[in-house]
Structure formats: C-alpha cells, structure tokens
C-alpha cells in the first residue's frame, strides 16, 4: 500500500526530470543514442517504482540488429515494461502525432528520431512512413501494429506492414502479457504484479512480400502473434503461481 502512495508523487517528478534532460540532450545528440539509454534508464526506474516485476525470453534476438519491433499493446504501462526490455538495444517508437504536437517535448521526440504516424490521413501516413525509414538507418522502429490498446489481440493496421516492406526489415513479433493487470484500462491505480515479454524468431520480409501482398503479410503477422498469445500468458500464470512471486 504505501508503494502505491508513493508511486506518483515520485513518478511524476522524476518523468518531469528526465523529459527535460531527453529535451536537452536532443540539441546535441541528433542520433538520439544518449536520449534512448536515457529513456531505457527511466523504464527499469518506473517499473521497480511501480513494484513490476518484468520476466524477458529474448530468444535469439540480436540486440545489434535493425528490425521492425511488432508489439501487441495491453495497457499504458507498456512503454516502461518494454524500455526496461530492450537494454541495449538502440530503437525509436512510433507514436500518435498527436504527441508531437506538445511544447518542447514533441520537438525533442522528433529530433532524436522518434516517429508521428497519422491514420487519418492516408498521404501524410505514407509521408510517415518515408521519414520513418530516413531517421532510423541506425536503429530499430518499434510499432503496436494494433494501432490502440486491447486486453486480447486487436486487429491489425495496415501501416506497419507498409513500413517493415519498403524498409526490408525482419520483422521480430514481441509478446507483452501483464500489463493490463497493472495498470488496468480507466484507471490511474498501479496493481505491482509479474509482466511477461517474449521475443519470437524474426519474419523475413524483404525479397518475401511485395507492397501488393501488404494484406497478406497482416494476416501473417496476426496468425502468428495470435498462435502465441496464449502460451505468453500460460508462462504469466506459470510464473504468478509459483510460491515466491505470492
């Protein structure tokens, strides 16, 4: 009880910090290397703040890779579980464009390289994609290709596709289970729990799919992430069961 009392008068302080430092670095670190080990940093902290403890079956991924990260989306507190993931790996999210539209913040996202995606404009959507591609030659894109939050699997965006085709990148599907557990839809109350993530083989996609089997890639990639939606929370509950995580 007293680590939900505390949690947001410390969150909120420290995400204010560390925005600011993110703001900062991104006038002199147009890469954005610094900002992203910043943001992984800040992830680990929010995650132990809140009393998340997060389980990673990385697999083979190669953190020193350039790939299309595809990530179902639970709940807002999948960011700091994935950050707290992806130590050591250099990626940029795909974010409403909404959020580049905040003060200083939306700027510095876009100067290290993170991406605005608007879906209700089809060509701006494209002209998203380019740029996506342009800012992340040295890094990895994440993406929730479900596009809004969804406790089960939702369908599936088009734009995603899109980008993992024209870009040539694998595509490694990423499994989060948990989170909607912590931080649960219409709430701002922290439930500590175990979250998951799991990384599965990556998907070939160049010299694999054309931009006219853009659909068929989406179905692709909802069969499979949905083949292993239940083992992911299986190994949740496994865990959840065990005496030391009561």
């Known amino acids: ?9 410390l969150f909120l302080p420290l995400t204010f ?8 670095v991104s006038f ?10 910043i943001s992984l940093f800040w992830g680990g902290l929010v995650c132990n703040l809140a009393g998340v ?19 179902n989306h639970q709940s807002w507190f ?15 999210f795909v974010a409403k464009e909404s959020l580049f539209r905040i003060p200083f913040f939306g700027q510095a996202m876009s100067r290290i390289g993170y991406i605005g995606i608007n879906r209700s404009n089809p060509r ?50 990423v499994l989060i289970a948990g989170t909607s557990d912590v931080l649960p839809r219409n709430t701002l109350r922290i439930f500590p729990n175990h979250v998951v993530v799991k990384f599965f083989p990556a998907v070939k996609t160049k010299d694999s799919y054309t931009l006219t089997e853009r659909e068929k890639l989406k179905q692709n990639m909802w069969t499979l992430m949905h083949e292993h939606f239940k083992e992911t929370r299986l190994w949740l509950n496994k865990i959840r069961r065990l005496p030391s995580h009561l």
């Open 17 to 24: 910090f560390f925005a600011l430092v993110v703001i900062l």
């Open 28 to 37: 002199y670190d147009s890469t954005g290397r610094f900002a992203n080990r």
């Open 78 to 92: 999948d960011i700091p579980v994935l950050l707290a993931s992806l130590k050591g790996h250099q990626f940029r």
């Open 124 to 173: 701006r959507g494209m002209k998203s994609i380019h740029e996506a591609i342009e800012k992340s030659s040295h890094a990895s894109i994440l993406i929730f290709p479900e596009g809004t939050r969804h406790e089960n699997l939702g369908e599936f965006k088009i734009g995603g596709m899109i980008l993992a085709i024209k870009s040539e990148r694998p595509i490694v599907p």
């Open 1 to 9: 009880m007293l680590r939900l009392i505390l949690f947001y008068p």
């Open 53 to 71: 403890t997060v389980h990673v079956d990385r697999g083979k991924f190669n953190p020193s890779g350039r790939f299309i990260l595809m990530v």
